[in-house]
């Protein structure tokens, strides 16, 4: 189990390749936050779900690794062409703090009706687990995201960052960009040449390169509800991912993503405080990339 020290640099290369513009992670203003628990910078959610997915790329106990070496623990009727993170966030990640990845023997099971291959994982930092889940390969989406679509052509033709349909979803419209790309893969100790190599004309965008605008769209739709990102942030609770790889793969630089986000849809959990956004990401070809659900919860109401 290889570990890794996280610096300001790192989440500097994550926040800056992300336009994740959140105070948390702002060397210059996390101090601005009421009542900021942390006493400084944290690392990015996502930015730590590109270090689970890059170690898991090389772990022995992966699906894809036990493939090549043909180690196949089963013969599966379909295809498990789509990647899914179940993770829940039960700490943070600090400058200065030592991270390494816990990966458990995998699994073939069924979900809904769903292959699955199945590897539970956590994420410790300095020792202490700060995140928790599975990373899964599946033969369909597990994660359904936002289940009723508007019309792809409206979606598509929206301007950025607008509300569309009654149902008031929001548009944020991003470009895959190559060099943002070998960024957040250096923010999360991953090697580029492993994913994007322009000598050998090579181009493989990591799942959690798209998966991380994501953060940016959340922020937009704050501020253009009005929301105080100083007097009321929010913090991540849980991510539930779910990509496309077939799709991922055919993706070059300036490829546009259209990435739709739900009001805050309320647990019905009288008692909870946890909200989750549904979130789609459509390809100008139509062609759905990645679902999402993201729960996120009052910084204040953690505190109680």
Sequence with gaps: MSEYIISQMHIEAARNSTDDFNLFHDKNRWHKIKENPFQGTIALGFQLGCFVEDQMNHSPKSYDQQLNNAKKPKICNKPLNFSQYELTFAGSVKPGDCISLVVRDGRLSDISGVECFSNRIALKANGKTVLLGYKRQTSEHLVKGISKLPDLFEIINSRDRCFITPKQYFVKRKYMIVGNA????????????????????????????????????????????????????????????????????????????????????KSDDENSEYVTHECTCVLSTKEILFHAEIQLARLSSLLK
Aim: proline share 6%; hydrophobic share 40%; glycine share 2%.
């Design 182 to 265: 070998k960024n957040f893969l250096t923010s999360s100790f991953a090697e580029q040449s492993d994913y994007i190599d322009e000598f050998i004309d090579k181009v493989s965008f990591p799942e959690m390169y798209p998966l991380s605008l994501l953060s940016s769209a959340l922020l937009e739709r704050a501020k253009a509800v009005g929301q105080d990102l100083i007097e009321e942030p929010m913090i991540y609770v849980s991510h539930k991912l779910s990509i496309d790889k077939k799709v991922l793969s055919s993706l070059k630089s300036n490829h546009s993503l259209n990435i739709l986000v739900s009001p805050p849809q």
